[in-house]
């Protein structure tokens, strides 16, 4: 024949029939895994702390490590960038956590 | 003079000014990213505004992030001097095997040192209209050229600016003649320093040297400002502090006696006149700029006159009105360690011109790690700009563009010239005062 004869396996992939059971198996597994996280509920602390990483990574603003996040507020309010009020007042809601109060990289050892 | 025969010394009003150089909360965990970014921002304004009259508003002013290669445009940003000679800790811990150590020189520069500028995100290297021997780390410029598509990577300079001198105040009239005095570099402490010649300066200020008309002149003196290193560095004995507390503990350190006859001199000088002493590189105080004023439990005898003020280093005050501004010399000894500038006088009036008192602060010279500001940065023109603990006395009148006048002054080592200087705040005519011990 003039034109080349087409695989079998281009159609079908090759593999051992027990295996093609354990990845059925495994794919339900998958599914019920889904549908739990699906459930999960995103809070208002969860949009806060990304607002505040937000802040931290904007380059606008200057560096973040060794300054604290209302102390990198207060400057950059001072040099006149105008940063937004809404984390200043996140910061002072929880001014007693460090996850709030610190930036991102607070406590890692750069 | 009073109908007792006596002279009454005139008084000056004094405001100190040296608030923002003393360090209340020390915190030392941060990087100095923060100063270089503080100094940028507060220079900025100013150098497009110097940009804008020089090169005209129709030349984009551009960040570095935005460049574009082939179009003219001016460029605003640090400059950073790379330099192959200057010491790294790297090397230090790289060569460790080796044992090299790297020598001490006068003069880190070299043909190679290369200038890039630095502005918040990015580099670039400079070529062109730039002379990297005569800059160093740490100016904030402005920068008129282009990256050529020939040579990408580099900007090519045709000009590059410093900012305005910042404006001045209007020089006070004074109706008569008053003095300060200036002195530094007394180096107590060192065996081989002759006190001689420090006690007939003392006595000349106290008034018990000379003929009435010098008594008359003497006491025309409102104050005398000692610009640091007051102690000799023989009395940093660094071997002693490396050494174990129990093989020293019988062994007094050499600041104490240096600090007793530093104390006796303070005494006679502060019973008569307002002293305002500033801590050096050899005194015992911070290392990091600025540094901290000298405790006066130091000085027990003079502590007790209102007369001696304990100052920052640098020393920032107003005299009956003219603002007097001034460092002990590590920063323009440190601008003279990494450029070939060598005349103190002409690297003082840089850093006037470029707006910093110390502009190498923290690359080269010892910086405290501020989060928000940068003090050093010269927000107003001062009157009296003065730098201590040169090799000779030197005093140049600046004329700025906007009728600035400012009386430059290199106050040498009194323990190598015996001169001290003399300013008269009413015209700010200044000479030198040479205590000699030999007959001329």
Redesign the interface.
């Known amino acids: 024949m003039s034109e080349e004869m087409a695989t079998i396996t281009e159609y079908f992939k090759a593999g051992r029939s027990s295996d093609i059971h354990i990845k059925e198996k495994k794919k339900k597994k998958v599914k019920t895994d889904i549908a739990v996280e699906e459930v999960e509920v995103i809070d208002a602390s969860t949009l806060e702390l990304e607002l505040l990483r937000g802040f931290d990574l904007d380059?606008r603003f200057?560096?973040c490590?060794?300054?604290s996040r209302l102390?990198r507020w207060?400057?950059a309010s001072?040099?006149g960038f105008d940063p937004p009020k809404e984390v200043r007042d996140i910061i002072l809601l929880h001014s007693n956590e460090t996850k709030y109060t610190e930036s991102v990289w607070f406590g890692l050892k750069i | 003079m009073d109908s007792q025969g006596r002279f009454t010394r005139y008084e000056a009003k004094f405001v100190n000014n040296s608030e923002r150089f003393l360090l209340k909360v020390k915190q030392y965990k941060r990087q100095y990213a923060h100063i270089y970014a503080s100094r940028l921002w507060t220079m900025r304004a100013n150098l497009l505004e110097a940009a804008n009259s020089r090169w005209g508003k129709s030349i984009k002013c551009r960040k570095l992030s935005e460049l574009l290669t082939d179009e003219r445009c001016v460029l605003i940003g640090t400059l950073f001097k790379h330099m192959t000679l200057k010491p790294s800790i790297l090397k230090e811990i790289g060569e460790e095997h080796n044992l090299i150590p790297q020598p001490v020189r006068d003069k880190y520069i070299d043909e190679t040192d290369q200038l890039i500028l630095e502005d918040e995100l990015q580099r670039i290297v400079l070529t062109g209209n730039v002379d990297a021997q005569v800059e160093v780390t740490g100016v904030v410029v402005a920068v008129l050229g282009q990256e050529q598509s020939s040579n990408p990577g580099r900007f090519n300079v045709e000009e590059m600016i410093s900012q305005t001198v910042a404006p001045q105040l209007d020089y006070p009239v004074i109706d008569k003649d008053k003095y300060i005095v200036f002195l530094s570099g007394l180096s107590i402490g060192n065996s081989s320093t002759n006190m001689l010649q420090l006690q007939l300066l003392v006595d000349l200020i106290t008034g018990q040297l000379g003929d009435e008309h010098s008594q008359e002149q003497m006491a025309k003196v409102v104050r005398v400002v000692i610009a640091g290193n007051s102690l000799s560095h023989l009395t940093k004995d660094k071997e002693q502090a490396n050494r174990a507390k129990y093989l020293s503990k019988k062994i007094t350190p050499g600041t104490k006696d240096a600090l007793m006859q530093l104390d006796d001199v303070l005494l006679q000088l502060c019973s008569c006149v307002e002293v305002d002493l500033m801590p050096g590189e050899f005194d015992p105080t911070t290392f990091m700029m600025p540094q901290q004023p000298l405790h006066h439990c130091m000085f027990p005898q003079a502590s007790q006159f209102e007369s001696l003020h304990c100052v920052t280093n640098p020393f920032d005050f107003s005299i009956d009105g003219v603002n007097v501004l001034g460092s002990s010399g590590q920063p323009v000894h440190d601008i003279c360690k990494f450029s070939k500038l060598d005349d103190y006088l002409t690297i003082l009036e840089k850093t006037l011109t470029v707006g910093h008192m110390a502009p190498t602060a923290p690359d080269t010279l010892g910086c405290y790690p501020y989060a928000d500001k940068d003090p050093m940065l010269l927000s107003h023109c001062p009157h009296i700009f003065f730098t201590a603990n040169a090799p000779r006395f030197g005093k140049k009148i600046y004329k700025g563009a906007n009728k600035q006048t400012v009386l430059l002054l290199t106050i040498p080592k009194f323990s190598e010239t015996f001169t001290c200087a003399i300013v008269n705040l009413r015209n700010l005519d200044c000479y030198p005062i040479v205590i000699s011990g030999t007959c001329v």
């Open positions: 380059s200057g560096p490590t060794g300054i102390e207060e400057r001072k040099y």
